[in-house]
């Protein structure tokens, strides 16, 4: 009995960990790999940090400069404007996605059905409404360019579903964003060798 709570607590907690609410979709490396870059300089200067505004830009910037910086950096590559083979850029927008219909609300209806022992309440069928509906997202595109030809070689996508636009919250923005890129980022390979 005791085995059988560990590993349903255990199933449970992996479970949790694997559902962060953050969609990454990385694009294919072969691009990237094929360019043998080793040097890299970011795109455009950092955000100042001395401006207090509410634009989560100002909190996520210097997330995104020193955990991708850790991250490359960790890998072999190495931050040099002036021999840089590729550049490293971010854009910062909000989107809107078609929310999808709860699981729970699969089978709910207004409409009085002939089910034993169940009935039906309004609060359910307005929840399932509810998350059917068109969601707002926050967006985040990190992509890489070949500092030659300017072009894209390759980028990862963020999107993650905006639960309360009003509230901002930096010190969840740093914790989240660090977790986030540190999976965005798993699929780039080591640096080639100088």
């Known amino acids: 009995m005791r085995i059988t709570n560990i590993l349903a607590y255990g199933i449970l907690s992996l479970t949790v960990l694997g559902c962060s609410g953050v969609e990454i979709q990385p694009a294919d490396t072969d691009r990237f790999i094929a360019g043998n870059?080793?040097?890299?300089?970011?795109?455009?200067?950092?955000?100042?940090?001395d401006v207090r505004s509410s634009d989560p830009a100002y909190a996520i910037d210097p997330v995104m400069r020193r955990d991708v910086n850790a991250d490359l950096q960790s890998k072999?590559?190495?931050l040099n404007p002036e021999r840089a083979q590729f550049t490293v850029g971010y854009i910062l927008m909000n989107g809107m996605v078609q929310g999808a219909t709860s699981d729970l609300a699969s089978n709910i209806s207004p409409y009085p059905r002939v089910t034993p022992n169940r009935q039906?309440?309004?609060?359910?069928?307005?929840?399932?409404?509810?998350?059917?509906?068109?969601?707002?997202?926050n967006n985040i595109i990190l992509q890489f360019n070949d500092k030659t030809s300017n072009q894209e070689v390759w980028h990862v996508t963020l999107t993650k579903i905006i639960e309360d636009a009003n509230n901002v919250d930096t010190s969840r923005?740093?914790?989240?964003?660090?977790?986030?890129?540190?999976r965005a980022l798993k699929s780039l390979p080591q640096a080639s060798s100088p």
Not at 173 to 182: F, G, P, V
Request: net charge negative; proline share 5%; charged share 20%.
């Open 120 to 137: 039906i309440d309004q609060a359910s069928v307005d929840n399932a409404i509810a998350l059917g509906g068109v969601k707002e997202t």
């Open 37 to 49: 870059y080793l040097y890299y300089q970011w795109r455009t200067d950092p955000l100042p940090s």
């Open 76 to 78: 072999g590559y190495v």
């Open 173 to 182: 923005i740093n914790d989240n964003l660090t977790q986030y890129l540190k």
